[in-house]
């Protein structure tokens, strides 16, 4: 007995041999196993890839079938061959077990390739059409293959994975990583297969081409069957059919929906119905309850049959959220294929690359990829959110989703510069002609394609084969394969909308045959928008799977660790923002050929809207969405809208030499398009501006003193880092827009709003959720306060009716609590107001300032000019340079002689501000004065388009005084603003702080309309001349000087009887 004791505990539960006899975890199993799984998953998918890979070029060459009809045929194949595995597991699970059918999928697999190798051998080589009979054979050869792959995929992974126990904490460790090496070794037959196969088929023939795979599975088939001693057969714990059972339940269910009449009766008979009545609709809970009532004797479905259905229910949201990237995934074998073909695949002079062959990118990338996610990505992972994954499986797909996006952007861009080089060698109405530009170039795109495919697939299949029930385990893989195939279906049918939608009334279609007269550029930027719009649901449906609510550890989530990823993703959208706004003056008064007033009321009153949208997508974020995912959707329609923008540059024609402005005026249609693009970047900037600042300070816990410290600076250093990103694009893309392209000056901030999401989701585990401290909607609390003070009704509390009420607000009846949010809010008002005329003056520095600094001289040394948008940089310098004086210096200093925590309070920190923007204001006016006497004395009043024998540096002192004056009032404001406001209306509060810059936008652009319109009455000319040199731009400077000397008096009385939210009365 002692001897057998170690047989015993080495037994794995629940499996036994193939002579149905228990087996031994040491003799059996684990990597042993599964290594003749791989060997043959290897096979098949070279005989797989060795197919489809190049089935496009076999559908156009020997059946002479159409581009679009390829594609869809293509993409039909591989629809069924993804679908047909939702047969194959149902076979497997409810007949002949995984190992049973694997064998008989392989025997068809070996059938259809050679059927295949002999429809090959029988269709005519000439270039005559093949025969109907011809055509016939080769797609139900074809299909065979499909039903094959059908057996195939769904049991030989599952298989696979079965070999390793979960009871074991050794193997289930494996088991994760079995997932990851699966793909890893795949990939490698892969390549092999694009790089011979494909060149067999292209330049030796296609009968040796289907015939190798035909022989390779007949060997992996024998090598399947040698492995038979070391395979574990999982036990089924329940005798009856899995598919059965699963049915039966939402059979039964559709059956009772309608016996169940007093669903509350049922509950209180029920326990199991205790997780029922979460249930958001009746129906849906008399739908469920139909599982559990018993009708004219039948039996009753278990609790773990309606669990098990409940766990397929769950998966479904996911797959149809995965679906566009899967139409993403379908273009690689099809109109990338395509692309290459009419480009220069020449290694050598006298050896040429299949345009197939380009597909081994994408399995290279994973074979590269795997390892170093395995051995460096799920490491740092792990260190930050203390998973023993790195991140969760839904995180995981959803970075591969993202990437999608990616992938179809860049080939959109490399499908554009085809189309250029095509245009200018008059190679358009020459579609067999090689286009002068290297293959390589679609290398990228393969490349992301390939770690979009990784991340994707690979969570997909363990995430499905995770949560399907035990039995199931070959359904779950299965459906993660269907959602590729249902993808295909869908290529096909957008394929087909597509080419009927843009090849009518005698156009050339997007997807003509004739690829330099195509637009695969459009297709592929409509797919990026398609799957833009599928992560916003993919965030959603897989937030609600994913979202744990669990109370956060102040070791291991918020302060600076989370305020990093945050802090990250706001340089990045301010490196975008200033990236178009900040030079969108010159792009409106160069390109789009529009005057300098029109301009500049043009940019006052698009930045005026980005500034007021903050309050719809804080009322969006406190209300419905929260913050977080407020922040997510944002980037999406932010990278959106830049992508849009880079495309309406790139269509634009530029004017002629010589021409006047008037002639460069640019179609209506496409100003639509770009005022379009622009103002959706305005809708991203107003869901990011007050969620990622507010989502920020909400990592710092103000009832925790060190925490709280940590708060007040973080406002100091988020505008720093803010500051570093508008930098950035100031000394950069200003650079590149000037001298380069526009085309790329609004592309790079797409791609780093898409590499920035990445960023922000990575750091998701760190992050930390405020709770709201009342159910019920924050702006509905406030905004019956107002609406019960306005029009006397009854109350919101017959307690609180009774007490007196002195005041406008104190009539309102409604709690004590909702009437002192609503006074706080009604409290701040006034500092808005008095904070406009600083607004106004804000303005300039993105419109008049840099129509100063374009007259000037602005060489750095012989040959370098730099762009006037560019010393917009020199007020983020002072920023960059004051604000840790600030912090670590002038705080210190103050706390010392006022015993204030900050310092001095918030209102001094404004009104010191504004003193310093009324100070820039009268620098601005005397410098511009000084311009126009230069201007004047050279005798260049009339020519507007000279250089000015005066320094762009004069320009200097302005933007220093801005910048210092911005370290004070805005950062000021922003403070005030999120301290001041109820717990609930954090958002709100900032939007408010935003709204003041929009208003002062509208108040700029409304001023320079009003006083366009007065100065050039009576034939005078304009303060705001297209010319310069004959504009008073000095005068409107004087003019704001005075405004701001007004206001500034007007908020010192103001702020003086200011009384702090909590807190006792400050004096200011």
């Known amino acids: ?246 049915a039966r339940v939402f059979v039964r269910a559709v059956k009772n929906r309608h016996a169940v009449t007093n669903w509350r009766a049922a509950a209180a008979a029920s326990e199991v119905l205790t997780c029922l009545v979460i249930a958001v609709c009746y129906d849906y809970v008399v739908f469920v309850l139909g599982f559990l009532i018993e009708l004219n004797g039948e039996e009753v479905c278990s609790m773990s049959d309606i669990e098990d259905a409940k766990a397929i229910l769950k998966l479904l949201p996911i797959c149809l959220a995965c679906l566009p990237f899967t139409v993403v995934y379908q273009q690689s074998t099809t109109f990338f294929t395509k692309q290459g073909a009419t480009m220069d695949r020449h290694i050598t002079s006298n050896i040429q690359i299949p345009a197939a062959a380009l597909q081994a990118f994408v399995p290279g990338s994973i074979i590269l990829f795997v390892p170093f996610y395995e051995h460096v990505l799920i490491p740092i992972a792990r260190a930050i959110s203390h998973k023993p994954t790195g991140i969760s499986l839904l995180q995981r797909i959803g970075t591969g989703l993202v990437l999608g996006i990616v992938c179809m952007v860049v080939a959109g861009f490399t499908e554009r510069i085809r189309l250029e080089i095509a245009l200018q060698h008059w190679l358009f109405d020459l579609p067999k002609e090689t286009v002068p530009m290297s293959i390589w170039w679609l290398v990228p795109q393969y490349l992301v394609m390939g770690v979009a495919e990784v991340l994707t697939f690979v969570g997909l299949q363990e995430f499905f084969y995770d949560q399907v029930p035990g039995g199931l385990k070959s359904l779950g893989l299965a459906m993660s394969f269907s959602v590729v195939g249902i993808g295909g279906f869908l290529s096909s049918f957008l394929v087909s909308i597509v080419d009927k939608a843009t090849g009518g009334r005698g156009q050339d279609s997007w997807l003509s045959d004739n690829l330099n007269r195509a637009h695969l550029d459009y297709f592929y930027w409509l797919l990026a928008g398609l799957n833009a719009l599928s992560v916003v649901l993919y965030d959603v449906v897989a937030g609600f799977a994913d979202f744990k609510g669990r109370r956060a550890i102040r070791s291991k989530t918020g302060l600076w660790k989370s305020a990093y990823f945050i802090i990250g993703v706001e340089v990045a959208e301010k490196f975008a923002y200033n990236g178009v706004s900040s030079n969108l003056i010159t792009y409106l008064t160069g390109p789009l050929g529009q005057s300098t007033a029109y301009a500049a009321a043009s940019v006052n009153a698009w930045t005026g809207t980005a500034s007021l949208l903050p309050l719809l997508g804080a009322f969006v974020a406190d209300s419905f969405l929260g913050r977080y995912r407020t922040i997510i959707i944002s980037v999406l329609v932010y990278i959106l809208s830049l992508g849009l923008l880079s495309l309406s540059a790139s269509l634009h024609s530029d004017c002629k030499a010589g021409a006047n402005t008037s002639d460069c005026a640019p179609p209506s249609l496409e100003l639509v398009a770009f005022y379009l693009s622009l103002y959706l970047a305005a809708f991203g900037e107003g869901g990011m501006r007050p969620c990622i600042q507010a989502f920020g300070a909400d990592q710092f816990d103000g009832d925790d003193v060190n925490e709280s410290k940590s708060k007040s600076s973080f406002f100091n250093w988020w505008y720093f880092a803010m500051s570093a990103g508008s930098l950035l694009a100031l000394l950069i893309l200003n650079y590149i827009q000037d001298n380069l392209s526009w085309e790329l000056g609004f592309g790079i901030p797409c791609i780093l709003m898409l590499v920035v999401l990445l960023f922000y989701l990575l750091g998701s585990p760190t992050y930390r959720f405020r709770l709201h401290t009342d159910a019920k909607n924050p702006f509905a609390r406030i905004g019956r306060v107002f609406l019960n003070a306005t029009i006397p009704r009854r109350g919101c509390s017959d307690a609180d009716a009774e007490q007196p009420r002195t005041k406008f607000l104190d009539r309102a009846g409604c709690s004590e609590g909702d009437v002192r949010d609503a006074k706080a809010l009604l409290g701040l008002l006034p500092i808005w107001f008095t904070s406009l005329g600083f607004a106004v003056v804000f303005s300039q520095s993105t419109t008049l300032f840099t129509k ?111 910048g210092l004056a911005n370290v004070f009032v805005l950062v000021g404001l922003q403070e005030f603003f999120y301290d001041q406001v109820p717990s609930d209306l954090k958002s709100i509060g900032l939007a408010l702080y935003l709204s003041i810059l929009g208003i002062g936008d509208f108040l700029s652009s409304f001023l320079i309309a009003l006083i366009e319109s007065i100065t050039t009455r009576g034939g005078h000319g304009s303060w705001f001349d297209n010319n310069m040199n004959r504009a008073h731009v000095d005068y409107f400077y004087w003019l704001l000087a005075g405004i701001s000397a007004i206001v500034m008096l007007a908020y010192a009385f103001i702020a003086k009887s200011y009384v702090y939210r909590g807190r006792d009365l400050v004096c200011c």
Not at 25 to 31: E, I, L, Q, V
Not at 155 to 172: H, I, P, S, T
Not at 889 to 915: D, E, K, N, Y
Not at 933 to 946: F, I, Y
């Open 1 to 246: 007995m002692d001897a057998e004791a170690p047989l015993v505990c080495d037994t794995v539960r629940g499996c036994v041999n193939f002579k149905g006899r228990s087996v031994l975890r040491s003799k059996t199993g684990c990597w042993k196993s599964a290594s003749f799984t791989i060997g043959v998953e290897m096979a098949e998918r070279f005989a797989y890839y060795g197919i489809s890979s190049n089935l496009v070029s076999y559908l156009t060459g020997p059946l002479g079938q159409s581009m679009a009809a390829a594609a869809a045929s293509v993409n039909a194949w591989v629809g069924t061959s993804a679908l047909t595995p939702l047969l194959g597991a149902f076979v497997a699970n409810s007949f002949l077990g995984k190992y049973w059918t694997i064998i008989a999928a392989s025997i068809l697999y070996i059938l259809g390739l050679g059927s295949l190798s002999v429809s090959a051998a029988l269709t005519p080589s000439d270039s005559s059409t093949p025969t109907r009979i011809d055509v016939i054979f080769f797609f139900f050869a074809l299909y065979l293959v499909a039903f094959a792959v059908g057996g195939h995929k769904p049991c030989l992974q599952a298989f696979g994975a079965d070999q390793f126990d979960d009871e074991n904490v050794k193997e289930a460790r494996s088991k994760s990583s079995f997932f990851n090496w699966w793909s890893f070794c795949l990939c490698f037959s892969v390549v092999l297969s694009l790089l011979v196969l494909t060149y067999i088929q292209d330049n030796l023939s296609w009968v040796l081409g289907f015939g190798i795979p035909c022989i390779v599975m007949c060997f992996a088939l024998s090598v399947f069957l040698f492995g038979i001693v070391t395979y574990r057969f999982r036990v089924k714990s329940d005798e009856r059919n899995p598919f059965v059972q699963i």
């Open 852 to 962: 100063q600094g374009q007259t000037m001289d602005r060489e750095i040394f012989s040959g370098l000019k730099i762009p006037a948008a560019s010393l917009q940089s020199l007020s983020f310098f002072t920023v960059i340079f004051i604000m840790p004086v600030y912090d670590w210096v002038l705080v210190p200093a103050a706390r010392s002689l006022t015993g204030r925590p900050a310092g001095i309070s918030m209102l001094q920190r404004i009104g010191a501000g504004l003193f310093m923007s009324l100070f820039s204001m009268v620098v601005a006016a005397l410098v511009e004065t000084r311009r126009l006497d230069v201007a004047a004395k050279w005798g260049l009043v009339d020519e507007a388009g000279a250089t000015l024998p005066m320094s762009v540096w004069w320009l200097a002192p302005q933007y220093v005084l801005f």
